[in-house]
């Protein structure tokens, strides 16, 4: 429970399973409105990108890598980050565009949301490692670049939780815009649709 990825994929399947029962209601809050589709497809984003670059990393590194898997460990790591990830998007491409959206999203609840739920999980990250650290237990980081022993950069844990915000700020926006922009080419073409055929 305490990768990223699980967490994710368990939100998104509990996510999903809501909005397959309630799939004939529309609702302009809460966890069935398109705004909070693009929420979960962000994280679900983030699973797919960085499991991939992780890969990619550990290969060059000569490091411990999914090759040292067993079965069932691939089985269930392609699973969480490539089979559901590319669904879920699959799903996005035939359930959203059903409004045009402005691309002034700080001003909408859902991407809160994924910043606050990224910020908790640094949070807890963190708090999980040290009181590991404090019973000498291994694995108390779930992924090296959260690993508070050994920074990636720097020496001070302040500035590097910083340095992370950041980066994830930054880039849990540009996946937003991306939704954005897919969202409004859906619309686009829904209506253009829609005209050719009045």
Same mark, same amino acid.
């Given at each position: ?65 999914? *090759? +040292?898997?067993? %079965?069932?460990? #691939?089985?269930?790591? !392609? ?6 990830? &590319?669904?879920? @998007? ?55 670049? *959260? +690993?508070?022993? %050994?920074?990636? #950069?720097?020496?001070? !844990? ?6 992370? &915000?950041?980066? @994830? ?30």
């Amino acid at each position: 429970m305490s990768f990223f990825s699980v967490q994710v994929n368990i939100m998104t399947i509990v996510w999903l399973i809501i909005y397959i029962i309630n799939f004939d209601k529309k609702e302009k809050h809460g966890i069935l409105t398109d705004r909070f589709r693009m929420a979960i497809m962000n994280l679900n984003m983030l699973v797919f990108l960085i499991f991939w670059m992780g890969v990619v990393y550990y290969v060059k590194s000569g490091e411990d890598s999914i *090759v +040292n898997y067993g %079965t069932n460990q #691939i089985i269930c790591t !392609i699973v969480t980050h490539l089979i559901c990830p &590319i669904l879920l @998007f699959i799903i996005y491409q035939f359930s959203m565009g059903n409004e045009r959206y402005e691309y002034n999203f700080y001003k909408k609840w859902d991407i809160y949301i994924v910043f606050i739920y990224a910020a908790s999980y640094l949070a807890y990250v963190y708090i999980r490692g040290e009181l590991y650290l404090q019973n000498l237990n291994t694995g108390r980081y779930p992924y090296p670049f *959260v +690993n508070f022993q %050994t920074l990636f #950069i720097g020496n001070s !844990i302040i500035l590097y939780v910083l340095y992370l &915000i950041i980066a @994830f700020f930054i880039w849990f926006s540009l996946h937003h815009l991306w939704l954005i922009y897919n969202n409004n080419l859906i619309y686009n073409k829904k209506l253009k649709h829609l005209n050719l055929k009045l």
